[in-house]
């Protein structure tokens, strides 16, 4: 009841002023600068963290910036996304933790996706929050296999707003149904929603949603329609013969020209694309493998660079989910207490209705308590309301 949420992404990405840099040249005068810049504004300049004078703030649109590796730390920070993406408090956490890793002035930062998804509309606040984080530190993602077999469903979005996507051989990308679904554990539900909304407007979600997927991809250069498909099962794609060139082209069967000799089926329409990490490789979707985080950076830098964990948020993530574990516990019992109070003869029915009220001022007290879970406290309350009228017209 309270673990399903049927929320539709809304377009809306902030293009980057600058890229992530460690020399900053000023247009005007040719000075340099050595550094990083980090999240922080003072009026309309950035703060600067640099080689030869500290910290300065700078107009970064009267500087040329561009990435190396000199005047950074010698370090790469991580930070972990995994289990369920279901909570608007989840988004102020993650950017917190984004903002602190900018601040560190590490190589990279990378995102360790471990998820099945949950809400389209938090996973796309993450993924502006990482793209946001890549204008100042370059953001990869490592999709991992230990909890939910990768980046699922709306867990993609994260994913595929890092600039670069590594992945262990044993994970997988993409979305799953009852159809393609890799763990039986995996807490997900898929909605269609032409389906729920009827084709007009169902049509236009899925629009959205499927256009926000390749956007993402497209500005981190991998194949659009395959992170279509996988939001999408209504999506064919197929591979066309590129000819050599370093992209491999994808078109779906309607797009296809007479003159372009397919190569392979990815994604047939009835089911949402699901890749593992063979597939990801071979599609382009994934920049690389790795066993493990070290392995990745590796072989990014060919060094063995010390790297941070920060993992703050997890812990407004672990004390939601206790919370939302409790509110199930209730909300069985209150089912279970409706179902007796339909076969319950008059007599009994007082006791059940009682029973029901402190079952439902248990679920209120913890969204008073809570208001991170976003529960409706007034619906709630007129429930309770409504059961005690019930309760004292029983004699």
């Known amino acids: 009841m309270f673990k399903k949420f049927v929320i539709i992404a809304i377009m809306g990405l902030c293009c980057a002023s600058f890229v992530a840099a460690d020399t900053f040249t000023e247009k005007k005068t040719g000075k340099v600068y050595h550094g990083y810049a980090i999240n922080k504004k003072i009026n309309s300049h950035t703060m600067v963290k640099t080689v030869e004078a500290g910290f300065v703030q700078l107009k970064l649109s009267?500087?040329?910036?561009?990435?190396?590796?000199?005047?950074?730390?010698?370090?790469?920070?991580?930070?972990?996304?995994?289990?369920?993406?279901?909570?608007?408090?989840?988004?102020?956490?993650?950017?917190?933790?984004?903002?602190?890793?900018?601040?560190?002035?590490?190589?990279?930062?990378?995102?360790?996706?471990?998820?099945?998804?949950?809400?389209?509309?938090?996973?796309?606040?993450?993924?502006?929050?990482?793209?946001?984080?890549?204008?100042?530190?370059?953001?990869?993602?490592?999709?991992?296999?230990?909890?939910?077999?990768?980046?699922?469903?709306?867990?993609?979005?994260?994913?595929?707003?890092?600039?670069?996507?590594?992945?262990?051989?044993?994970?997988?990308?993409?979305?799953?149904?009852?159809?393609?679904?890799?763990?039986?554990?995996?807490?997900?539900?898929?909605?269609?929603?032409?389906?729920?909304?009827?084709?007009t407007v169902g049509e236009k979600f899925s629009s959205a949603i499927r256009a926000y997927a390749g956007t993402l991809a497209q500005q981190n250069e991998k194949p659009e329609l395959i992170a279509m498909a996988m939001v999408d099962k209504n999506i064919d794609v197929i591979e066309v013969d590129s000819s050599g060139k370093p992209l491999k082209i994808f078109v779906d069967t309607a797009n296809k020209t007479q003159d372009q000799k397919q190569v392979k089926i990815w994604s047939d329409t009835g089911n949402l694309l699901l890749l593992d990490s063979a597939g990801a490789m071979e599609t382009q979707l994934a920049d690389g493998t790795a066993d493990s985080i070290e392995d990745m950076i590796e072989q990014l830098t060919n060094k063995n660079i010390p790297v941070e964990r920060i993992d703050t948020h997890l812990a407004i993530k672990k004390k939601l989910d206790a919370q939302t574990d409790k509110i199930n516990e209730f909300v069985k019992k209150i089912e279970q207490l409706n179902k007796d109070l339909k076969t319950a003869d008059s007599r009994e029915k007082k006791g059940i209705t009682l029973q029901l009220i402190k079952q439902y001022n248990s679920v209120l007290g913890i969204a008073r308590t809570t208001p991170e879970l976003g529960l409706n406290i007034s619906y709630m309350k007129m429930s309770v309301d409504g059961l005690q009228m019930d309760y004292d017209s029983m004699k």
């Open 62 to 199: 009267t500087w040329e910036a561009a990435y190396d590796a000199n005047g950074r730390e010698n370090l790469v920070v991580v930070i972990p996304l995994d289990k369920e993406i279901s909570f608007d408090a989840q988004v102020d956490a993650t950017g917190k933790s984004l903002d602190l890793a900018v601040s560190k002035g590490p190589q990279f930062i990378i995102i360790e996706v471990d998820t099945a998804g949950g809400r389209m509309d938090i996973s796309r606040q993450l993924a502006a929050l990482i793209s946001k984080a890549d204008n100042f530190t370059p953001v990869y993602a490592y999709i991992k296999s230990e909890n939910t077999k990768g980046a699922i469903n709306a867990g993609i979005f994260p994913a595929l707003a890092c600039r670069k996507i590594y992945i262990n051989p044993d994970a997988c990308i993409g979305g799953t149904d009852e159809k393609n679904d890799p763990n039986d554990n995996l807490r997900f539900e898929y909605v269609d929603v032409r389906k729920m909304f009827g084709d």
